[in-house]
T-cell receptor, first 114, second 114 residues
Framework: SAVISQKPSRDICQRGTSLTIQCQVD?????MFWYRQQPGQSLTLIAT?????????ESGFVIDKFPISRPNLTFSTLTVSNMSPEDSSIYLC???????????FGQGTRLTVV | GQQVMQIPQYQHVQEGEDFTTYCNSS?????IQWYKQRPGGHPVFLIQ?????EVKKQKRLTFQFGEAKKNSSLHITATQTTDVGTYFC??????????????FGQGTTLQVKP
């Protein structure tokens, strides 16, 4: 199993600013992902964080808005850029090891943009 | 793109009653996973189904994978208040097994009245 530490757990930000969310896994994992979840809603995949290369974004998400880094096999960041109130949501980091089947999730970052 | 539909969205039951949630994919899946998210928590892995027609049980929970590998169900017998939460199915499309990308259903939120 893997334990994921995600921070910050919550933040209130001014529109137009940027927030970087950090995700640290306690073991090396092959795959890391970033999801967005509106309260009471499902998880929407933003992108796959690729180690040493550019992230793979899902339809509707772009690198300029959600730049992602993954410098090694245990760490990734997601930046929410030029925030607007529509970006208010819960952002979840997830990891999966190639040899295992289940996905592990961080505790989430509850972002409110005012 | 791949879509995973889940019904019902909400279910309120009396403690002791049974509960079932259904999941349907627009495309054939390589496997399907089920997660539970408690209020305020993050998704936690329950089980994975891989084979056509597979049935797995975990105590009062029964999971099924359809013969065509496009649908799945989770059935809880004699619900308890500890079963409260949102249950998500999450599918991996054919060819995505190595990417690890999961597409989540909308989730079914279960409320249990004591």
């Amino acid at each position: 199993s893997a334990v994921i530490s995600q921070k910050p757990s919550r933040d209130i930000c001014q529109r137009g600013t940027s927030l970087t969310i950090q995700c640290q896994v306690d073991s090396q994992v092959t795959m890391m992902f970033w999801y967005r979840q509106q309260p009471g809603q499902s998880l929407t995949l933003i992108a796959t964080a690729n180690q040493g290369s550019e992230a793979t974004y899902e339809s509707g998400f772009v690198i300029d808005k959600f730049p992602i880094s993954r410098p090694n096999l245990t760490f990734s960041t997601l930046t929410v850029s030029n925030m607007s109130p529509e970006d208010s949501s819960i952002y979840l980091c997830s990891a999966r090891d190639f040899m295992n089947t289940e996905a592990f999730f961080g505790q989430g970052t509850r972002l409110t943009v005012v | 793109g791949q879509q995973v539909m889940q019904i019902p969205q909400y279910q309120h039951v009396q403690e002791g009653e049974d509960f079932t949630t259904y999941c349907n994919s627009s495309t054939t899946l390589s496997n399907i996973q089920w997660y539970k998210q408690r209020p305020g928590g993050h998704p936690v892995f329950l089980i994975q189904l891989v084979k056509s027609g597979e049935v797995k049980k975990q105590k009062r929970l029964t999971f099924q994978f359809g013969e065509a590998k496009k649908n799945s169900s989770l059935h809880i017998t004699a619900t308890q208040t500890t079963d409260v939460g949102t249950y998500f199915c999450a599918g991996r499309g054919l060819g995505s097994s190595n990417t690890g990308k999961l597409i989540f259903g909308q989730g079914t939120t279960l409320q249990v009245k004591p």
